[in-house]
């Protein structure tokens, strides 16, 4: 059965960088664009960043331009989320998803998810 499994979650201190990565299983990832979405503690889930299927197309929430990058190595089925200047907004479970479609930014378009990271950003 298809899965997503996600990596690379942790404490850190405000300031400091992390790099998640999504190990996903099954044909379909290469043709599949990929998102990360987090759920901060008492918040909702918020789509953090998007990466189309051949990675030409990235979309990224407003708080976190400039500090997040998206990519993903089709190669190896795997997505990752390079995050750089952490602060303790940032604190929240990281999910990765993976949409039936091409190329999306909507949330709605992600139907298969992971189980999520834990990221925790102290100051």
């Known amino acids: 059965q298809a899965q997503l499994i996600e990596s690379g979650g942790g404490p850190v201190q405000a300031g400091d960088s992390l790099r998640l990565s999504c190990s996903a299983s099954?044909?379909?990832?290469?043709?599949?664009?990929m998102g990360w979405f987090r759920q901060g503690p008492g918040k909702g889930r918020e789509i953090v960043a998007t990466?189309?299927?051949?990675?030409?197309?990235?979309y990224y929430t407003d708080s976190v331009k400039g500090r997040f990058t998206i990519s993903r190595d089709n190669a190896k089925n795997t997505v990752f989320l390079q995050m750089n200047s952490l602060t303790p907004e940032d604190t929240a479970v990281y999910y990765c998803?993976?949409?039936?479609?091409?190329?999306?930014?909507?949330?709605?378009?992600?139907?298969?998810w992971g189980q999520g990271t834990q990221v925790t950003v102290s100051s």
């Open positions: 998803a993976r949409s039936f479609l091409g190329t999306t930014t909507r949330e709605a378009d992600f139907g298969f």
């Open positions: 990466i189309s299927w051949r990675g030409r197309h990235t």
């Open positions: 099954g044909r379909s990832f290469s043709s599949s664009a």
